[in-house]
């Protein structure tokens, strides 16, 4: 059984920063592509960033690029994003995902879902 466990939410000031973890557990970890989702009150879940197999490609959404930062240690079962310059905006609950898909081109692209989430942790950025 897949089980992805996020840490590191809370609540930060604009202009701060906070680093999200997720343990992964019940799956080859280094044989799937990762990725974090978040869903604000009353919107969609909407793509952050995705990373492949090996951590040599990441993926971010135009609204977090140059700020978040998504990386992976196979060694520990772990994927991380570290988010700096967090806005208003960038409150919600943030979700773990782990893909079927280790690797990303033209025809596979991680922005749309992917197989396992996590329960999520929420990160509240105030004004």
């Known amino acids: 059984q897949v089980q992805l466990v996020e840490s590191g939410g809370g609540l930060v000031q604009a202009g701060g920063s906070l680093r999200l973890s997720c343990a992964a557990s019940?799956?080859?970890?280094?044989?799937?592509?990762m990725g974090w989702f978040r869903q604000a009150p009353e919107k969609e879940r909407e793509f952050v960033a995705a990373?492949?197999?090996?951590?040599?490609?990441?993926y971010y959404a135009d609204s977090v690029k140059g700020r978040f930062t998504i990386s992976r240690d196979n060694a520990k079962n772990m994927v991380h994003l570290q988010m700096n310059s967090l806005q208003p905006g960038d409150t919600a609950v943030y979700y773990c995902?782990?893909?079927?898909?280790?690797?990303?081109?033209?025809?596979?692209?991680?922005?749309?879902?992917?197989?396992?989430y996590g329960k999520g942790t929420l990160v509240t950025v105030s004004s």
């Open positions: 990373i492949n197999w090996s951590g040599s490609a990441t």
């Open positions: 995902a782990a893909d079927s898909h280790s690797d990303y081109g033209p025809l596979i692209l991680p922005y749309n879902g992917m197989d396992y």
């Open positions: 019940g799956l080859t970890f280094g044989s799937h592509g």
